[in-house]
């Protein structure tokens, strides 16, 4: 299910289905972080990325979402924006990403790190770490090895993520803070049209799973899916994946703006991590008791949503802050023109 | 309250007094960061955990019954005390004062719901056999209902029962039969006659769990835990004398055994779920979060206090109805719909608060311990009648809507069609 | 002080009081009283009194009522709320009368009671100002004592039937506190406004008061606690008017879903319409119940619960189900429920604005909090 892109895509709807179809093989095939950045690597990513950005991201992480996987291609995402501020990498990088219990704070400059990471840092030689110093968002490039014995797995909701927690990690002494404000507004933004795209794309595969168990279940002589409750909740669900995603696509229209389009991925995000709670609720209510069970996925995709939802920005906290900036006088950004 | 209820209030006060210690009078104040922080809806504890619990319920029944408290509303002649219903409330009441073990291991699915059945319908010998010792907390009971094909549409059921001389043979599949592991008899619905109408053509049977053929397989919830089982029936034999009710007439038992869930006063109410969305503990959540003040979180706590008073009252109000002899109406239905939804938007308000603790478990008291809870409220909007069935139940008995037009209550079972394979009648 | 009614004397009542009302104030009537300038249909006043003693009910024997308590009258306003009978009854009942018993004072109760117990006397009471709080610490309407008694300076929003009534009860600012006085309806001074309302079957009016003269009822200072016994009282009389309009509009719902065919069936066959009637159905059971709960509590019954919660519960729950039922009845009826002609309008109309009288959402959940307090 690609949706028809706005934004002047490079890539004809052959091309995109061919890549689509390419990705989902990569990523039945490919289940660590390593051999996921391998595969795609082979497969030429880094050019599908470089001509069509937008398009390159959509279909990359539809299908993550779509496939449950994980790997730390958001880094990537992330670390594209942050780059140009950066000195020049002594090795592969990672993201620390704040960590969703602070609600959007970055750690203070000189305080211990705490935050997020995707996954194991095996191979990775710098860790990136967002950081406020005197009220300015400033970015720390810290060795990866300082991390050694401060991760631990996240459990949680999705204890599948494979992410790893830093509750209270090294303090980076010896380490000057690069002013990169406006490079980790970019980021950030980068990273939630990523995330919101992920969203929908884990909302996409529990729909369909739903859909297929409707039509294939029978109760009281006929498909349960031909019940008005059933179908309903279903068409529900659609509009709000559909909602979720012209959002997104809207949000890539502002990409190239100043501060990268910051306003409206945070709307995408929002607009995304609110519809994956309704979705999965329609879902796992029409799966039935099965939904209740280890064996069905269904499980999966709640939790996978829940989580993706939490990181950059949880819904209720960024309509906390969008209501908050609008309150004291910011101007919308106007989305889409009526 | 009579001279009668009076004496009998007395010595179950006594018997309890005797038998076990007063509650702490819960108070209203919830003491934040003590104790226990799982909350869940299902029971998840290790097997040595859940054999001793179950232990301890079957040690307390037999204590009850000994001294006259087990089956109060029974008829003497199998076990019971033969008091007017009003007495199990009184009783239920008193006891609640008192600090005694769980028994719905017992009684939630064999006291409430499999006892009443074989009281209506079961053969003298099965009567004899089994009343007594399952209101002395000997013999527990399940229900061998629902099958993977035949969940909302439980009359589509396929586990078929064979006639053999004096005995019949059953072969099936059974799901989501809670207590299976503990049980020593199980209440099971079998097709008896595909040729007939769905409903016309099922016979209800006791089980011994024990023989046999029946094999019991835990089922594992999201939530974690495994209360569930599937039990699998390879041609187990049953006596014709542990059938219950006439041969083919097993809806009609079935029905009686549904509509048997004791209303028990504050029941569902009580346990720690509820207890964990009940107002004074949300307000100990904003409290611990320090958002006591925020005015859109206060807005939501009336809301869900509002509901969760309101649910109360109409349990009070029917549990007043029932003790002046009055018809149960739809106050049952509702109050299910009520509490699965006042449990799930509890649960999740409390988790919007406690916030994205809940990903990433940062060690607090009372945040990632809601995880449980939130991925065990799908299960009350499920489980013991979907939401939706609920619904029509509602809507076509109390407001006489029309059914939904079928023709598969008039065809015979064996033409009827079910999921992906065409036609139904044959072995699960 | 009331006797113990039986449950089926109260089917008795009820099944009178609709009686009455099918015949004197169906639809039709309901929609030419609407239009007239008064509001409410005198003659019907009369008669609710006369033949079945209404307004009597449930004030105190010794000024002329028949001493029943608010379980009755519950089952009266719920009737009334059925029928959306346009009346002065919760304004001169409900807000004046339960004022005046609050109150203690015997001297007003003695010069007013009679009058509204046999229908003569219409009342009010006046507490709200442009900011339609029902809040008596922050009062800008002041009371000056003077020479020849007390006037009366200031504005009053919002008062229900404040352009008719006979009487008016005034809460106003004095040195003491927040004071109750009485006000006659054509006092010199006085400006009544009627205000253009959403719901014509419930008249509002806002008063200008230009040194009134008035006579103060009860201790000077004392009217908060009155005030706060009335509201809880005319949460839960509310309550009751709404449980009944909203049980009017589930069985036009569940009737209509059993006779409209289309696609070749009635459409309650249809899930989608089915389950919708079993919603309204479930939250029209618990607002029954929290309407019960609430006038059993303020009728002081054993074993109630706190009046002050149960009476703000009552009004959330039934003041939200009322709202959603009247929708949803329009929701089901399709087409024509969006017309004129057709009642269901009327009774959104009525919801929102009963949702609305005490202050509405933006006000009735602090009071819920506060009631619990939290």
Redesign the interface.
Same mark, same amino acid.
């Given at each position: 299910m690609t949706t028809a892109l706005t934004t002047g895509s490079g890539l004809d709807a052959e091309t995109r289905e061919l890549l689509a179809g390419s990705l989902r093989e990569l990523l039945a095939a490919h289940t660590d972080a390593a051999s996921i950045a391998a595969a795609l690597a082979e497969l030429g990513w880094d050019e599908v990325w470089a001509g069509d950005p937008a398009t390159a991201t959509t279909l990359l992480f539809t299908e993550h979402g779509r496939a449950l996987a994980t790997s730390r291609v958001l880094d990537d995402v992330l670390l594209a924006e942050l780059a140009p501020a950066l000195p020049a990498p002594t090795g592969p990088r990672a993201v620390l990403y704040p960590h969703p219990a602070d609600k959007g704070d970055l750690v203070a400059c000189g305080a211990p790190l705490r935050g997020l990471l995707l996954g194991r840092l095996d191979g990775v030689a710098e860790v990136v770490v967002p950081a406020v110093d005197a009220d300015s968002a400033v970015l720390l490039v810290v060795p990866a090895a300082k991390f050694a014995d401060a991760t631990a797995p996240t459990g949680g909701f999705d204890p599948q993520s494979g992410w790893l927690a830093v509750a209270r990690g090294p303090v980076p002494d010896g380490i000057s803070p690069v002013r990169a404000a406006d490079a980790w507004t970019r980021a950030q933004a980068a990273g939630r049209r990523a995330l919101a795209t992920e969203i929908a794309g884990v909302c996409e595969a529990a729909l369909a799973l739903a859909t297929a168990h409707t039509a294939a279940r029978w109760q009281y002589g006929r498909p349960i899916a031909s019940f008005q409750a059933v179908r309903h909740r279903l068409a529900e669900a659609h509009v709000a994946v559909v909602a979720a995603r012209t959002t997104v696509e809207a949000a890539w229209a502002m990409a190239g703006e100043p501060d990268g389009g910051a306003w409206a991925a945070r709307i995408a995000k929002l607009r995304a991590g609110r519809a994956q709670a309704d979705v999965l609720r329609h879902t796992v209510q029409v799966l039935g008791a099965m939904s209740l069970t280890l064996e069905s996925e269904m499980h999966r995709f709640v939790t996978r949503a829940a989580a993706l939802d939490a990181l950059l920005g949880d819904h209720l906290s960024l309509a906390e802050a969008t209501g908050t900036e609008l309150l004291t006088g910011t101007e919308p950004h106007p989305v889409v023109e009526i | 309250m009579s001279d009668e209820m009076d004496a009998f209030v007395a010595e179950a006060r006594e018997f309890l007094e005797a038998n076990a210690t007063r509650r702490d009078v819960p108070s209203t104040e919830v003491e934040w960061g003590r104790g226990e922080d799982r909350i869940t809806y299902f029971g998840d504890d290790p097997p040595e955990v859940d054999a001793r619990k179950v232990a301890a319920a079957r040690e307390w029944q037999r204590r009850r019954y000994d001294a006259g408290f087990g089956w109060i509303t029974g008829p003497p002649q199998y076990g019971g005390r033969g008091l007017p219903n009003v007495a199990d409330l009184v009783y239920d009441a008193l006891e609640a004062e008192y600090d005694v073990p769980d028994t719905s291991v017992l009684s939630l699915i064999g006291l409430g719901m499999i006892g009443p059945t074989i009281l209506a319908h079961g053969q003298e010998p099965v009567k004899d056999r089994y009343l007594p010792a399952m209101y002395r907390g000997e013999v527990i009971a399940c229900q061998l209902f629902s099958e993977p094909a035949a969940g909302s549409d439980l009359a589509s059921l396929e586990t078929t029962a064979v006639r053999d001389g004096d005995e019949w043979v059953i072969t099936g599949q059974k799901v989501w039969t809670s207590i299976a592991h503990h049980a020593q008899i199980g209440m099971a619905l079998c097709r008896t006659a595909p040729d007939k109408p769905k409903h016309k053509g099922i016979t209800a049977f006791i089980v011994d769990m024990s023989a046999p053929g029946v094999d019991v397989r835990p089922l594992r919830q999201m939530s974690g835990g495994a209360e569930f089982n599937e039990v699998f029936l390879d041609e187990v034999r049953v006596p014709d004398d542990h059938r219950l009710g006439e041969v083919d007439g097993g809806w009609r038992v079935a029905l009686t055994t549904l509509m048997n869930e004791r209303a028990s006063v504050g029941g569902e109410g009580a346990g720690p779920a509820a207890r964990a969305v009940s107002p004074p503990f949300l307000t100990a959540v904003l409290k611990a979060h320090g958002r006591l003040g925020d005015a859109a979180a206060r807005r939501r706590l009336a809301e869900l206090a509002a509901d969760q008073i309101a649910t109360e009252y109409l349990n009070l109000q029917a549990v007043r109805r029932l003790r002046a002899g009055a018809q149960p109406g739809p106050e049952a239905s509702v109050s299910k719909l009520m509490y699965a939804q006042n449990l799930t938007r509890g649960a999740h308000f409390a988790a919007e608060i406690a916030g994205p603790r809940l990903i990433a478990d940062t060690g607090e008291w009372g945040t990632f311990s809601w995880n449980e809870l939130l991925l065990s409220t799908p299960a009350l909007r499920i489980l013991g009648g979907t939401e939706e069935i609920m619904k029509n139940i509602l809507a076509e008995r109390v407001l006489g809507l029309p059914k939904e037009p079928g023709i598969d209550s008039t065809t015979p079972f064996r033409e009827l069609r079910r999921s992906g394979q065409g036609r139904a009648g044959g072995k699960a | 002080m009331s006797e113990t009614t039986t449950t089926a004397e109260l089917a008795e009542l009820r099944t009178a009081v609709r009686d009455f009302l099918s015949a004197k104030s169906g639809e039709e009537q309901v929609r030419q009283v609407m239009e007239s300038e008064r509001g409410y249909d005198e003659a019907v006043w009369a008669q609710m009194a006369e033949q079945l003693g209404l307004q009597a009910l449930a004030l105190p024997a010794e000024h002329g009522g028949d001493g029943y308590g608010f379980v009755e009258l519950a089952v009266v306003l719920e009737e009334m709320g059925r029928a959306l009978l346009p009346s002065p009854f919760l304004s001169t009942i409900v807000l004046a009368g339960s004022a005046l018993v609050a109150a203690g004072d015997a001297g007003a109760q003695a010069a007013h009671l009679p009058g509204i117990a046999t229908g003569k006397t219409t009342a009010t009471l006046a507490v709200a100002e442009a900011d339609g709080a029902w809040d008596t610490a922050s009062l800008a309407t002041t009371a000056i004592r003077g020479d020849k008694g007390w006037t009366l300076r200031g504005e009053k929003c919002f008062v229900l039937d404040g352009a008719t009534a006979d009487l008016i009860l005034v809460v106003a600012r004095t040195d003491e506190g927040p004071t109750l006085f009485s006000v006659g309806g054509d006092a010199p001074g006085l400006t009544r406004t009627p205000l253009r309302t959403l719901d014509a079957t419930r008249r509002l009016a806002r008063l200008d008061l230009a040194d009134v003269p008035a006579v103060a009822v009860g201790e000077p200072g004392a009217a908060a606690v009155v005030v706060d016994r009335v509201l809880d009282l005319a949460m839960t009389a509310l309550a009751a008017e709404q449980v009944g309009g909203a049980k009017a509009c589930?069985e036009a719902s569940?009737s209509y879903?059993?006779e409209r065919v289309q696609f070749g069936?009635?459409i309650?066959?249809? $899930?989608?319409?089915?389950?919708q009637?079993?919603?309204m159905?479930?939250r029209l $059971?618990?607002?029954d119940?929290?309407a019960?709960?609430a006038a059993d509590a303020v009728a002081g019954v054993d074993g109630a619960?706190d009046p002050g919660?149960?009476a703000a519960?009552?009004h959330?729950?039934c003041s939200?189900a009322y709202m959603f039922v009247a929708a949803e009845n329009i929701q089901v009826h399709g087409g024509i429920g969006f017309t004129w002609e057709h009642p269901a309008h009327l009774y959104y109309r009525r919801a929102k604005s009963s949702q609305l009288l005490f202050g509405g959402?933006a006000v009735y959940?602090?009071r819920?909090?506060s009631r619990?307090g939290?």
């Open positions: - | - | 589930l569940a879903a059993r069936r009635p309650g066959s249809f $899930q989608a319409v089915k389950h009637c079993a919603d159905l479930v $059971q618990l607002a119940a929290a019960r709960e619960p919660v149960a519960v009552a959330v729950v939200e959402p959940y602090e819920l909090l619990m939290v």
